[in-house]
């Protein structure tokens, strides 16, 4: 059976295979970015509505919404796109060729689009306008380390445990982004469509326009850097795995 670069095959629960379509994994892509920006500005809103002022718990309602949130979209959508719902993680995949490269433009897009969808959802939940404008300073040296910083653990969090125990993938890369709000300064965004997002709401979730350049320039130079240093810690197996956190399976073929 001949299978174009635009299938790829997936196992069902009677481990007969079954073909999932381009289109199905960009809509996976899209809806899981929308679903997490949903999650990391909502629950941003909620915990600094019902904090008082009290910037630790509403960061404490926010990583924990954000990691949680997370580990479910990544399970949820995994078999089907991969559940990248992040540009570095997507170009981490097709630089160590895990994913054809005519396939990062679409997934880009994909989490992009959703990315703008979810900060609607979670502005229309609250009461807030579908979009606005941020106004919240994040700019500076400190800001640009910490976003490298935070995207390095992030990508070679997912290389080093897709290398060797892909079923805890999930469960790290969540507790690295909890990790990541809390030691950062920055609150460890490491994902440049949530980023550029993220210029479109006015609540405290918010990054100016401006300083989205400086994040995601950042972010792109760490993810560099992590997939340089985690394939040289982790020498690609017989068998490669993808950043999908599930075990590895025929998915992993995909047709050239």
């Known amino acids: 059976m001949t299978h174009s670069a635009r299938t790829i095959l997936i196992p069902d629960d009677t481990s007969t295979p079954h073909v999932v379509t381009l289109p199905r994994r960009l809509v996976a ?39 949680c949130g997370l580990v479910v979209l990544i399970l949820t959508f995994g078999a089907v796109s991969g559940a990248h719902l992040n540009p570095v993680v997507t170009l981490a995949e097709v630089w160590q060729r895990n994913l054809p490269a005519g396939l990062a433009l679409p997934y880009v897009g994909a989490q992009v689009i959703g990315a703008f969808a979810g900060v609607a959802v979670a502005h229309l939940m609250f009461g807030e306008p579908v979009f606005a404008a941020a106004t919240q300073a994040r700019t500076g040296a400190g800001l640009w380390w910490s976003e490298g910083v935070a995207t390095f653990g992030l990508i070679a969090t997912i290389i080093g445990c897709a290398r060797t125990r892909p079923a805890v993938t999930p469960y790290a890369a969540a507790l690295c982004i909890v990790a990541g709000y809390w030691f950062t300064a920055s609150s460890s965004f490491a994902n440049p469509a949530l980023t550029l997002a993220r210029a479109a ?56």
């Open 29 to 67: 892509e899209g809806l899981g970015t929308a679903l997490l920006l949903a999650v990391v500005v909502g629950s941003a809103i909620m915990g600094d509505r019902l904090a008082g002022g009290n910037a630790a718990i509403a960061l404490l309602v926010n990583s924990i919404a954000s990691g």
């Open 201 to 256: 709401t006015g609540t405290c979730a918010g990054i100016r326009l401006a300083d989205v350049p400086g994040y995601v320039l950042a972010q792109l130079c760490g993810a560099a850097a992590a997939v340089f240093v985690a394939s040289w810690l982790y020498p690609r197996a017989a068998r490669p795995v993808t950043t999908g956190a599930v075990e590895p399976s025929p998915a992993d073929r995909v047709a050239a």
